[in-house]
Every structure is written in structure tokens, then in C-alpha cells.
């Protein structure tokens, strides 16, 4: 279930590709020869199954799973990685998650998903993944965190806003928002799951500036729906981040995390395949933008710090950022 337009999936699609942690990509090893199956959850327009397929080294077949039929023809509309098979299965994952084929995939992966989701739906997706003893892969979930530069009057009032905003129902109960993350990881962890985790933020310059701009358009109309007696001081607010955007001085981080899980061995012949797994797609080198666990969100990329987690996280602090500056007239 993606519930997000064609154009805002075309928009962050470049965004996503560069923040994502190359590092905990599974070294899938179907049994057999036989092509990989990968079940990807809130699949959309498939931008998904174009970042990651190629970095799979194996040929794959993909079932692209979103309630939404036609987001899920332009994945097939469109050129999609050599060696590539796309099966669309339009499901509503709120209501229908029992029908997804999880005993077939050789990964079960999303992205920007499992922070629309409640903690129950949340609990039966890693006892289904547990059940399959499948590897997973969640990228890109919101965990709360943002940065503009220059600061401005507002920017913290409307961050904390949207992350209310994003504790609503999306569709599948109370939303996890922020939280999810260490959520998944201590789910996961709890049914056997090796999990690991690498920062994946969004560092947008002038460069996104489109991108910046529908981020205000739409922090707005969130903070609105909590706070709607505080319209005049939030569409202020707004002015001013868009007069920054439009005179070329804006930057804007955001703060995500990927997780990736290796299920229990289920024999001695997995148990020396995940040890491979691992030694090949935990290495640090140097391909992710991951920060040290508690870094500010938008710092510079160092070395790829992939943390293993046996528990939650905390959650992160709040991005620094320089003082605030006057805005452009």
C-alpha cells in the first residue's frame, strides 16, 4: 500500500537512491540455480525493485505488492534491470497481509513503508517473515529528525507537528512514525532475526529544490491538521522556507534509517550461506551514507558504520543546525 501520487514517487525517487545503505544488501543464494523471488510490500511505481535488482548479483523475480493498480503498471510501463522479472499483485496490505506469498521470496523487502504502519501489523509482518525464514530489507524509514539550513522561526514547532501528524492512521491503525524503526529491529530481533542498521538521510541542496518545496507544501498541510488554530504562524513559516528555497541558499536534511535481517540458520548448509551473506553485505566499504548511531542528521558521510542491534535504538536527537539568519526579501 503506497497512498502517495505517481508524481511525489517520481520526485524522492533520486533523493531515496542516494541516501540508501548499500551495504546491508543480502547475498541472496537461491537454492537450486533457480532465479531469486523477491516480495517487495508497498511496491509503487517500482522504484524499489530499479535500485536495488541490480545490486542483488543474481537474476530475480519480483512480486510488487501496493493496493494501487495503476502505480503498479508503470513498473511494468517502463525498463526495468537485466535479468529482472516483475509480477504485480494489487493487495491491500492493510487488510490483506495473510495473501502475500512469503513462503516463496528469497527476500522480503520495502521502502518509506513501516513508518505508516501500527506496531500490530508490524508484529504479524515479522511473524510471517519468521515463519518463511526469509532475509528482509526495509529502507528509507522516517525516524523523525530534520535540519534546515539557515534555521528559521518555526522549523522545530513544525517538525514536532508532523511527527504527530505522522502517529495517525495511515491506513493500517496508529501509525509507528518516528518510532518504527526501532520498533521493526526489536520485533525482528525478538523472533530470531540478526538485524542490522545503517542511517540513510536525505541531504538536499539547491540542486532539490522541487523536492525541498513539496516537503514544505506538504509539512504545512500536516501541521495544519494537528494545529489548525495556528494557521497564520504556520503559513508564515512557510513563506519564509520558500523565499530560502527560491533564492538558491536552502538545505534540508532528513533523517531515515535502513534495516536489514538475517532469520535463523535452518540448517548447517544455511548456516554457512549466511555467514557469507553477512561477510559480503555487512562490509564497511564506504558505499552508504551511514553515520554513527546519535550523529546529527545531514552530517558529512564518513565510512559506512553499519550498528547490529539486540535492542532498540534511542531515538535520535534533534538535527543541529547553524543560528537563524534573516530571510531573503
Request: glycine share 8%; aromatic share 6%; with cysteine.
Amino acid at each position: 500500500m503506497s497512498g502517495f501520487s505517481e508524481q511525489w514517487l517520481a520526485l524522492r525517487e533520486g533523493a531515496d537512491a542516494a541516501a540508501r545503505a548499500a551495504a546491508l544488501v543480502p547475498a541472496i543464494r537461491p537454492r537450486d540455480g533457480r532465479t531469486a523471488v523477491v516480495v517487495d510490500l508497498g511496491a509503487g511505481t517500482g522504484a524499489n525493485l530499479r535500485w536495488l535488482a541490480p545490486r542483488l548479483a543474481c537474476p530475480s523475480r519480483w512480486i510488487a505488492v501496493d493496493h494501487d493498480a495503476a502505480l503498479l503498471a508503470r513498473i511494468t510501463a517502463r525498463p526495468f534491470p537485466e535479468g529482472t522479472a516483475v509480477e504485480p499483485l494489487a493487495l491491500d496490505l492493510a487488510q490483506a497481509l495473510d495473501r502475500v506469498p512469503f513462503a516463496q521470496a528469497d527476500l522480503v523487502t520495502a521502502s518509506a513503508l513501516l513508518d505508516l504502519v501500527s506496531e500490530a501489523w508490524l508484529e504479524r509482518l515479522a511473524a510471517a517473515c519468521a515463519a518463511a525464514r526469509v532475509p528482509v530489507l526495509f529502507a528509507l524509514t522516517y525516524d523523525g529528525r530534520v535540519a534546515w539550513t539557515p534555521r528559521e522561526r518555526g522549523d522545530e514547532t513544525v517538525r514536532e507537528l508532523v511527527n504527530r501528524h505522522q502517529r495517525g492512521d495511515k491506513g493500517f491503525g496508529p501509525a509507528l512514525g518516528p518510532a518504527a524503526a526501532g520498533r521493526a529491529a526489536a520485533l525482528f530481533a525478538a523472533r530470531g532475526y540478526e538485524v542490522s542498521s545503517a542511517a540513510s538521510d536525505w541531504t538536499l541542496g539547491p540542486e532539490e529544490a522541487a523536492l525541498q518545496s513539496a516537503l514544505v507544501a506538504g509539512w504545512l498541510e500536516a501541521a495544519l491538521e494537528v494545529a489548525p488554530a495556528e494557521r497564520a504562524a504556520l503559513a508564515d513559516w512557510a513563506a519564509r522556507r520558500r523565499a530560502w528555497i527560491a533564492s538558491g541558499a536552502s538545505r534540508l536534511a532528513v533523517g531515515h534509517v535502513d534495516l536489514g535481517g538475517l532469520p535463523e540458520r535452518r540448517n548447517a548448509e544455511d548456516a554457512e550461506g549466511r555467514r557469507e551473506n553477512r561477510s559480503t553485505s555487512l562490509r564497511g566499504d564506504g558505499s552508504a551514507r551511514a553515520l554513527p548511531a546519535g550523529a546529527p542528521c545531514g552530517a558529512p558521510a564518513a565510512r559506512l558504520a553499519v550498528q547490529r542491534l539486540t535492542r532498540p535504538t534511542r531515538k535520535p536527537e534533534l538535527c543541529g543546525a547553524p543560528r537563524p539568519l534573516r530571510p531573503p526579501r
